[in-house]
């Protein structure tokens, strides 16, 4: 019972390298999402998808790129990074209701130095 | 705009104590309310969900959540705290069309 997988749990880059965090889910969810968790803040949507192929901007988008090749997986790029993008990413699934997440990963910790 | 609110970053409860966390929003439109639990190191875990119907909404654990429209509240509550509830608890908002808000988070300590 895999859920929702995140890979890697743990990264370091440097300003300015690019990385690919993987997400993917063994539920045939129809929509994914990408988040940001920053202490006192929250959750905050950075794209999600509703589909196979689509992809959507959510409230902080910029600095990354997603893709959804196929409807288990979700990919969040950062092709640039900076500090500001230091965070836990969390990615999410659901079945429909409107874009609400409902399975979340564990999580992957992102430092940029 | 819409926004949800959470009252208090730390909750402190002794074990069997009664547990309440507080939420506010504040939307045009009466929102799908959530409350959500995250263990350390993990994802959220969804507790409960009000969409429509009964006010009064029962999760998982043993918490429940009511929502007040005219008070335009949503707050989480257990009757008798366990060590084991210790964890951040996040409540949501949403109005449709992928823009569910989060609170910023509680902290719950129980104490033995």
């Known amino acids: 019972n895999a859920g929702v997988t995140q890979t890697p749990k743990f990264r370091v880059l440097k300003t300015g390298q690019s990385m690919t965090l993987l997400c993917a889910q063994d539920?045939?969810?129809?929509?994914m999402y990408w988040y940001r968790q920053d202490p006192g803040m929250g959750l905050r949507l950075i794209h999600y998808?509703?589909?196979?192929?689509?992809?959507a901007k959510g409230e902080v988008p910029d600095g990354y790129n997603v893709s959804r090749l196929k409807k288990q997986n979700f990919l969040l790029g950062l092709e640039s990074a900076a500090p500001s993008q230091t965070s836990v990413y969390f990615c999410?699934?659901?079945?429909?209701?409107?874009?609400?997440?409902?399975?979340f990963g564990d999580g992957t910790r992102l430092s940029i130095l | 705009a819409q926004s949800v609110t959470q009252l208090g970053s730390h909750v402190s409860v002794s074990e069997g104590a009664l547990v309440l966390l507080r939420c506010n929003y504040s939307?045009?439109?009466?929102?799908?309310l959530f409350w959500y639990v995250q263990y350390p190191n993990q994802g959220l875990q969804l507790l409960l969900k009000?969409?429509?119907?009964?006010?009064l909404v029962k999760g998982i654990n043993g918490f429940e959540a009511e929502f007040k429209k005219s008070e335009t509240s949503f707050h989480l509550t257990k009757p008798s705290a366990h060590m084991s509830d210790a964890a951040e608890y996040f409540c949501?908002?949403?109005?449709?069309?992928?823009?569910?808000?989060f609170g910023a988070g509680t902290r719950l300590f129980v104490k033995a």
């Open positions: 999410a699934s659901s079945y429909g209701e409107g874009g609400q997440p409902q399975h």
């Open positions: 539920m045939n969810h129809e929509y």
């Open positions: 998808s509703v589909g196979e192929g689509t992809t």
């Open positions: 939307s045009s439109v009466p929102p799908y």
């Open positions: 009000y969409t429509t119907g009964a006010t």
């Open positions: 949501a908002g949403d109005t449709g069309g992928f823009k569910t808000i």
